[in-house]
Each structure stands twice: as C-alpha cells, then as structure tokens.
C-alpha cells in the first residue's frame, strides 16, 4: 500500500461548486504539506502544517482551506472553484522529528483537478 | 525568501554520457539542499541530500556538488539510460527555523538512446 494517498486522483467540477482533496498517510509523519503545480510554474506551497494544531499558509493560499483531522489526514478544500484553479495537487509529509536533514518530502500520486 | 534557479531548457543529452543540472539559488545560504526527480503526472520523489558542510554526495551512479561560496549545487548522473529521462528539482529549506522547502522550477532530462 502506498504511503501516501490522495482522493480522487481525477475532478472535473464546474465554476462555484466546493471541491475537497483529501490526503491520508501510513508514514507515521508531522508534517503535511498540499501544493499545486501548474506547467511553467513549478511547485507551489498552498498550505502546510507542523502537527495537528499548527496550520500554516503557504505562498498561494487565497481561494483555499485546509483541515489536519488527525496526524494522519490532511484535506484541502475549494470553497467556490474557479477555472484557473485547475491544477495538479500535491499532498506531501515529512518527518521533523528526525532533524531539519532528514526533513525529506513524500508525495503522494496527485489530484488532477478540473474546473470547468 | 529564497529564489531558486534552474535550467528551463531540456537537456537532451545521448545514452551513456554524463548528464549535469545545475542549481543556483540567492540570498542566504542554507543549511542544506534536497534534490528530488519527477516524472510526468507523478509526485516527485527525493534522491539526495547535501548538507553545507559536504561538498560533494553519492549514491550509486548520482554525484550531487554544494558550492555555498558560488551559490551553486550541481547534479550529475554518470552513464546515463533512457530510464534517467525526467524532470529534476532541486528544494532548499527556508531560513528562521521552519525549514519549510521551496522548489525549483526543474529542469527536464532527455537522454537518447
């Protein structure tokens, strides 16, 4: 089983309707991250957090929320989506408990968001 | 915040060469540098860490430099194959204390057979 996942993989949804991504992880991690990638553009930091009391906005999170349930589910909604939120979105972990070296990203396979 | 640079052009390079990315990044130098590998619609995934203090890091056929004084971390994969084929990131931590990554744009890898 992966050690990252992510529902759906796929959405297509029209303008204005709420949209949640969700991540779960087995990795036993603090940290979870959600960026969208986009061609051109690279990765980019939504929203992440430190552990489940600690959210943190990333460099884009305008137009998003998130939610950390427990240590290991992370979700990201889409209050009222719009067409330039189409996008690949990325959940990730990381374990800081180890020390800021060993701080490496797992990502999960990604949610191909369409917003019509 | 930290700007980091990569090569946008695909390096399209033959089967068997060295392949080498380069990653240059402003402002401050941080404590380390993360280079991870992604393939089309898939998450990347991490290959190698180089602290400050190493100059130089390997892992099977992949050679990664850290040049704090240049700003400057290059990434090689010697003997290279088709399987190498994929787009490159390099990530470096924030500074104050977070570590919170920022990633490089990438730079995409084509190797001919």
């Known amino acids: 089983d992966a050690d990252v996942t992510q529902t759906p993989r796929n959405r297509i949804t029209k303008t204005g309707k709420r949209i949640m991504l969700e991540c779960s992880q087995t990795k036993g991690h603090d940290r979870m991250y959600w960026y969208r990638q986009d061609p051109g553009l690279g990765l980019r930091l939504i929203y992440y957090s430190f552990d489940v009391k600690d959210i943190n906005k990333g460099e884009i999170s305008d137009g998003y929320s998130v939610s950390r349930q427990a240590q290991a589910k992370f979700s990201l909604s889409l209050e009222s989506a719009i067409p330039n939120q189409t996008a690949l979105y990325f959940c990730a972990t990381s374990d800081f408990r180890q020390g800021p070296s060993a701080d490496t990203q797992y990502f999960g396979p990604g949610t191909r968001l369409t917003v019509l | 915040s930290q700007k980091i640079e990569q090569n946008s052009e695909a390096l399209n390079i033959q089967e068997g060469k060295t392949a080498t990315l380069t990653c240059n990044y402003t402002?401050?130098?941080?404590?380390?540098l993360q280079w991870y590998r992604q393939d089309p619609g898939r998450g990347p995934v991490f290959l190698l860490l180089?602290?400050?203090?190493?100059k130089e890091k390997r892992k099977e056929r992949l050679k990664v430099t850290f040049d704090t004084t240049l700003k400057q971390s290059l990434f090689h994969i010697t003997a290279s194959q088709p399987a190498d084929s994929a787009t490159y990131l390099c990530?470096?931590?924030?500074?104050?204390?977070?570590?919170?990554?920022?990633f490089g744009r990438g730079t995409s890898l084509i190797v001919h057979p």
């Open positions: 180089i602290r400050e203090n190493e």
């Open positions: 402002n401050y130098s941080p404590a380390y």
């Open positions: 990530a470096l931590p924030s500074s104050g204390g977070s570590y919170i990554p920022t």
